[in-house]
């Protein structure tokens, strides 16, 4: 099974729509999220002289994530939001991406984990249910429960019940598996 398909498998697995997938990429939805992921190649890395191009040629524009996938992630992450500050600094324009790095030897186990940290960081978007959760660990009041989902953990080699709660009040942002 080549590398897309165990991404688009993974993705499936959490509940995305797959919107449309590349050699080299794949863009997926989940609810109002928007997550595009990019196989950078080894032997190949387009360093962008004009980080505008960088946008373009990845497509950022309507995405609220990217998944870096590389044999170095960190490296090409860290470049990429060096240049997305570029944008905002230059040209006084708000790219509002997070990056999110995925080493390609633990695909699965990091695109998990990095999916995980999605879901929390966009639980607005990403919000499927409201339900009255656990109390606030400041203020005591009930948290909301603003998504829910079942799936199986690559990284703990079983079903996984996840949940995201959230305290607007304190601005407390939970998120729990239940193994």
Known sequence: MGVID????????????????????IKADLNRLTVKVWLASGDYFPWWS????????????DVNALFVISERPYV?????????SRINYWFNKEVNVKVYSVNID?????????????????????SNVTL????????GLPMTIT?????????WGSWVNEYVE???KCKIVSHRLVL
Do not use: Q
Request: charged fraction near 30%; charge should be negative.
């Open 6 to 25: 165990r991404i688009i498998e993974e993705l499936r697995n959490r509940g995305f729509r797959i919107r449309v997938v590349r050699d080299d990429s």
């Open 50 to 61: 004009n980080p505008l191009d960088m946008v373009n040629d990845l497509e950022l524009n």
């Open 76 to 84: 090409v992450s860290d470049y990429i939001v060096n240049n997305l």
């Open 106 to 126: 633990r695909l699965e186990e990091d695109l998990e984990d990095g999916i995980n940290l999605v879901i929390a960081n966009h639980y607005r978007e990403t």
């Open 132 to 139: 009255k959760g656990n109390p606030c660990p400041n203020c």
């Open 147 to 155: 998504y829910t989902s079942r799936y199986f953990s690559h990284r």
């Open 166 to 168: 959230v305290c607007e």
